[in-house]
């Protein structure tokens, strides 16, 4: 998981524009759930939009915003209310009705993920059995007392004590470390709560499921076999420096640029699980002064 800027791409007209189909449906959820009476189920459509969906795919790259993967050579990918919209399950499993209604169409609850982290299925965990993992309508929250449960409550008290990594706010990497067999665990922090989010969003977002740290294994693989012939060139070059050999230097340094100007592909944010890379690849290129 890496940060998200999410200002790279302009608000969708079908959001931003003032009394449009999003603004309406929020108006018209809040009448719905404050009512004293809810006899029929409220509908949410305006978060379905094209122009939000698109935009989504172009800011996230296509990855999901959880696991990095990437999603649409398979799939188109789900449009994730990071706050469930419905309803909401705790980790007691007690469910919670209505959800954070009104924020089924707010730009900044929504996000671009792909079905194993956004729905609930039965996965096999990295080295043990199968589970049903996936987010769903989880949300969990450090204390309770503090959830947002109406739309004029204290959201931000709320997110004081938010339990999941919101990648366009939080920054992962700070949060996470990867190991070389693909598994994730959480970042050693002097803040509990740092370590409980990153513990909790790995649990929810199913991010030990065992395809998904096999295929950070292979790339993690790729990584170490780049890196290897690239400190042997490094060696080699210091030696033909050392004995004033020029023309064997010329070629092992062309050599050399191309071993980190492969390293630098893995560190773009369109590329799959890029937090692992920048993990790996940019302390060896800063210790070896080539970043």
């Known amino acids: 998981m890496i940060f ?10 079908s959001i931003a524009k003032p009394g449009g189909k999003a603004a309406k449906e929020k108006a018209d959820a809040i009448k719905h759930f404050t009512a004293p009476q809810q006899d029929k189920p409220f509908s949410f459509d305006a978060y379905r939009s094209d122009d939000i969906k698109d935009t989504l795919k172009a800011i996230f790259l296509g990855k999901c915003a959880y696991c990095e993967s990437p999603i649409l050579t398979v799939t188109d990918g789900d449009i994730e209310h990071f706050r469930p919209k419905g309803e909401i399950v705790t980790p007691e499993k007690k469910v919670i009705k209505p959800g ?19 729905r609930k299925t039965t996965q096999a965990v990295f080295g043990g059995e199968s589970f049903v993992m996936g987010k769903g309508n989880q949300f969990p929250v450090a204390d309770e007392s503090k959830r947002c449960l109406t739309h004029d409550g204290d959201l931000p008290a709320e997110e004081a004590v938010r339990l999941l990594i919101n990648p366009c706010i939080d920054n992962p990497e700070d949060f996470f470390e990867y190991l070389d067999n693909g598994a994730i665990r959480a970042r050693i922090h002097p803040q509990p709560h740092n370590i409980k989010k990153a ?16 295929d950070r294994k292979k790339v993690i693989g790729d990584i170490k076999f780049i890196i290897a012939g690239m400190l042997e060139v490094k060696e080699d070059l210091a030696d033909a420096r050392a004995n004033a050999d020029t023309a064997k230097a010329d070629k092992l340094l062309k050599r050399l640029d191309r071993h980190t100007s492969r390293l630098q592909l893995f560190l773009q944010p369109d590329q ?20």
Request: with cysteine.
């Open 100 to 118: 954070y209604y009104w924020l089924a169409a707010d730009w900044d609850n929504l996000l671009l993920s792909c079905n194993n982290c956004n």
């Open 272 to 291: 799959p699980y890029c937090a692992v890379a920048r993990q790996m690849i940019e302390p060896i290129l800063r210790e070896n002064n080539l970043l």
């Open 4 to 13: 998200i800027n999410r200002s790279i791409k302009p608000v969708p007209a």
């Open 199 to 214: 513990e909790e969003s790995i649990k929810v977002f199913g991010l030990l499921r065992d395809p998904l740290v096999n």
